[in-house]
């Protein structure tokens, strides 16, 4: 079974700041998505960004980016000039390219201070 | 693009009485659906997905089933609660990327 981790439970940022979530995940696949969705207070899950992983391209969505490592298994989001609206939880995804499933980590809660 | 459509927001009901939580999906035809519990604090967990009307597959036992009688309605069920099912369930739909309904907070009493 896939396992995706996210080891920081918590961060905090300075508004305009920018911070990183790092996520690592396991798997013997070679074609695969991953995926960070926002949860806010309100509960709903939105997609912040996708990448597939036979692009060795970062995907960017205007101030979200990756840093994906697919030798390491890797995929960190980088979220550029911080704003209290980006204060959520933050869970990174995975799932294979022949699979209908999603498989999420712990989630990361993200404090934007003013 | 997709809209998911979930409902009630929020449910307190007691032990041992039946639950019925709906899903209804638009903007796509045949589209794969999900339900997710999250439990407090806590990642998505898996619980049902549909590929087709009729077609559920159950990912970890419980106390809960699914159903698909529409090709975009998608319903959760009990026929007893427990207070174990006490959780956030989400509904989804989508192949390449979920999309996410707002939620059902349940509380079992």
């Known amino acids: 079974a896939q396992t995706v981790t996210q080891s920081q439970p918590e961060m905090s940022v300075q508004e305009a700041e920018t911070v990183t979530l790092s996520c690592t995940y396991d798997?013997?696949?070679?074609?695969?998505?991953l995926f960070w969705y926002k949860q806010p207070p309100s509960r709903q899950m939105i997609l912040v960004i996708r990448?597939?992983?036979?692009?060795?391209q970062n995907a960017t969505e205007n101030r979200f980016s990756v840093n994906f490592q697919k030798a390491a298994k890797s995929f960190s989001l980088k979220i550029s000039d911080s704003q209290l609206g980006d204060a959520a939880m933050y869970f990174c995804?995975?799932?294979?390219?022949?699979?209908?499933?999603?498989?999420f980590g712990a989630g990361t809660t993200v404090t934007v201070r003013a | 693009s997709q809209t998911i459509h979930q409902w009630p927001a929020t449910l307190v009901q007691p032990v041992g009485s039946p639950l019925s939580l709906e899903c209804t999906v638009e903007?796509?035809?045949?589209?794969?659906l999900y339900w997710y519990r999250q439990a407090a604090g806590r990642g998505l967990q898996l619980l049902f997905y549909?590929?087709?009307?009729?077609?559920i597959s159950s990912e970890v036992p419980q106390n809960l089933s699914a159903s698909r009688p529409q090709d975009r309605q998608f319903i959760l069920s009990s026929k007893k609660l427990l207070l174990s099912d006490s959780g956030f369930y989400l509904c989804?739909?989508?192949?390449?990327?979920?999309?996410f309904g707002q939620g059902t907070r349940l509380t079992v009493v």
């Open positions: 989804a739909s989508g192949v390449a990327e979920a999309f």
């Open positions: 798997t013997s696949e070679s074609d695969y998505y």
């Open positions: 990448q597939e992983a036979y692009k060795q």
């Open positions: 995804a995975y799932r294979r390219a022949n699979d209908y499933k999603l498989s």
């Open positions: 903007g796509t035809s045949n589209p794969n």
């Open positions: 549909s590929v087709g009307i009729g077609q």
